[in-house]
């Protein structure tokens, strides 16, 4: 049996990241879905049941593109388990050889827990993915929301999407990337429980407290 | 309307009078009073979105006779456009305003036919090079040559090239003509496209709409004839003051939205009480047009006053991207007609839950998983 030693791995601003993130897609996946397939909540015209739900998707959004980016922001200036190189672990061949390792592992072809400190390599790549939907989410968000003021400076920068999109492919867009979210949602909080669990490395805790356990020798 | 309003800069009081009260303008012996042409006049600085101190304005210049020539060239078209500007019940003064024009070539409504009405065209492009104006109806068929639209054995982008090419302005109206359409639909067979696309080097301003609203067309005229330029235009080449706003930020079933009210289906509690039709798959959050301001057929009604969801017509490819007209959301490409796309996303969900339940029952029973492994490397 390999010493564990308890080693601090991820800083405030990549767990505040983290939980600002959990928190506001938990709200604008609610608040979205009743945008998206309203019920007749108010029992008169003098309420205000869309205007809030909307009110507060707009509200968590800005908090969420600024997390967002803000932990795009650490990946350049964290530590290097927050690094961005975490994320492209395809650009160099060790990189391309613990994913292929974690993808045998996850899919039982091997019994090897593969132990890292900070996110396993197909975990790093998986965020990638992620992070790039994020900020497609968030910049069809932008440009649905700065419609209804096509003067404005928001809809002059979100403008140009409308050449890749069309308006309703817009909102499809913006609708399944929640569903994708959500499995994905599902996933992380598996595959977490399953490294704890296997690696008894403190993913689950790493991301309240920061501290993960790591063999010794590391 | 102040009569001191009315008069030009340097009048004095007995010219202003004069003006007001003792001159006759061509108005006035079209039977239309002094009174009622200002109320026109005021309603055009409104619907160009100026402030009604530029009624004077209007007034002034429609009240020179300068009689710009205006050619009406019909395409592929079910005509709608000419129907609704000719729709009126009794002369309106937005009909005579198109007196003021003179509209040298319409198909539709000309008294010439066949080489006679060719030769007027061929006269007007001779004569006003450059200073008259084009009104477009209908789509341009660019495949095969055109050969899917002909008139008088010249196919529709010939006589587009020529015609729009050397006018003052080419006015694309209704939504065929602007972006090509309901026959530039998918798979659009014909090869149709708007005017825009087919002559790019004329200057086309596009009133899309299905039909256009034939008070947005008097507007854009009286816009020309007031300031003798073209009003300013969004990025699909529309002007601002007609479709700088969306719908749903002007319609009268929006405290109904913000409050969440909804038709749940036709005919229901809510549509009898003129809730939002917003689930009943309107358009107006997409849709930038002035029909909840400007209205239809003299300002009777529009769609969403009448209890039918917006169509979104005024957008390009809205006969492909704004269908199904009765759901929200387009249906999810490659999959089949009913999946919306909340019962994919659910499946994907769901999918993805139960194969991790599945990975996690084997994870738990599989003995033996370690990091000694790690230690070779
Ligand atoms: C995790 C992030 C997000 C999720 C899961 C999410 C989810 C959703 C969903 C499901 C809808 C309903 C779409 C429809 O059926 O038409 C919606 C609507 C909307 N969202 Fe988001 N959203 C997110 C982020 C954002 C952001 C960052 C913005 C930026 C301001 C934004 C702005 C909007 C707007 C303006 C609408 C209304 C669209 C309309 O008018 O139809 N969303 N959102
Ligand atoms: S009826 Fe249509 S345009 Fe009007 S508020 Fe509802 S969704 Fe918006």
């Known amino acids: 049996m390999t010493t564990m030693v308890i080693k601090y791995v991820w800083e405030v601003p990549v767990r505040v990241a983290h939980w600002v993130n959990f928190l506001a897609i938990v709200i604008l996946s609610v608040t979205g879905y009743y945008i998206g397939a309203p019920k007749t909540l108010g029992v008169d015209p003098s309420r205000f049941v869309m205007g809030w739900v909307r009110f507060i998707h707009f509200v968590a959004a800005y908090a969420f593109t600024v997390s967002v980016l803000s932990r795009i922001y650490w990946a350049f200036v964290g530590n290097s388990y927050s690094s961005w190189r975490a994320y492209v672990p395809w650009l160099t061949s060790e990189g391309r050889y613990r994913m292929l390792e974690t993808f045998r592992y996850y899919t039982f072809m091997s019994r090897k827990v593969p132990h890292v400190t900070g996110h396993n390599a197909l975990a790093g790549a998986t965020y990638s993915l992620v992070y790039c939907l994020f900020l497609v989410q968030v910049a069809t968000g932008f440009a649905l929301y700065a419609e209804h003021a096509p003067a404005s400076v928001m809809h002059k920068l979100t403008g140009w999407l409308f050449l890749l999109f069309s308006n309703q492919g817009m909102r499809l867009t913006h609708h399944l990337l929640m569903w994708l979210f959500v499995a994905f949602a599902i996933h992380h909080v598996y595959s977490a429980w399953l490294m704890d669990v296997k690696e008894r490395g403190g993913v689950m805790s790493g991301i309240f407290g920061g501290y993960k356990s790591v063999p010794e020798k590391e | ?377």
């Open chain 2, 1 to 377: 309307m102040g009569k001191k309003r009315v008069g030009g800069k340097g009048d004095s009081t007995e010219q202003k009078i004069k003006r007001d009260f003792v001159e006759r303008s061509i108005w006035e012996e079209k039977g239309i009073s002094r009174r009622d042409f200002m109320k026109f006049c005021s309603a055009m600085s409104a619907a160009l979105a100026l402030p009604v101190t530029f009624a004077p304005r209007i007034a002034e210049a429609l009240d020179q006779v300068k009689r710009p020539t205006l050619v009406w060239l019909e395409f592929q078209d079910c005509a709608g456009n000419t129907e609704a500007l000719l729709r009126a019940s009794s002369p309106t003064v937005t009909e005579l305003v198109l007196d003021v024009l003179s509209i040298d070539y319409h198909e539709t409504i000309m008294a010439a036919a066949g080489h006679q009405a060719e030769a007027a065209l061929a006269k007007v492009l001779k004569e006003q090079k450059g200073k008259y104006i084009v009104v477009v109806e209908g789509s341009i068929p660019l495949k095969d040559n055109g050969v899917y639209c002909c008139i008088g054995g010249r196919s529709a982008l010939d006589i587009a090239r020529e015609v729009c090419g050397n006018a003052f302005a080419t006015i694309a109206v209704g939504s065929c003509a602007s972006f090509g359409g309901l026959p530039a639909a998918a798979p659009n067979p014909t090869g149709a496209v708007g005017v825009k696309e087919a002559v790019p080097n004329a200057r086309v301003i596009n009133l899309p709409g299905c039909p256009l609203n034939p008070d947005n067309l008097t507007a854009t005229v009286v816009h020309y004839l007031t300031f003798n330029k073209l009003p300013t235009t969004d990025s699909l080449g529309r002007p601002l003051f007609a479709y700088g706003k969306r719908i749903h930020d002007a319609c009268e079933r929006r405290p109904h939205f913000d409050a969440g009210q909804y038709v749940e289906s036709w005919g229901d509690h809510g549509h009898k009480k003129g809730f939002c039709l917003y689930k009943m798959g309107c358009k107006g959050p997409e849709t930038f047009h002035n029909c909840p301001t400007q209205r239809y057929n003299e300002k009777t009604s529009w769609p969403v006053a009448a209890g039918h969801g917006c169509a979104g017509c005024s957008e390009p490819q809205f006969w492909d991207t704004m269908t199904p007209f009765y759901k929200r959301l387009p249906n999810v490409p490659g999959f089949g007609i009913e999946s919306t796309a909340d019962k994919i996303g659910a499946g994907i969900a769901v999918a993805t839950a139960a194969a991790f339940a599945a990975h996690g029952v084997v994870s738990a029973l599989r003995k033996g998983d370690d990091q000694s492994g790690k230690k070779e490397d």
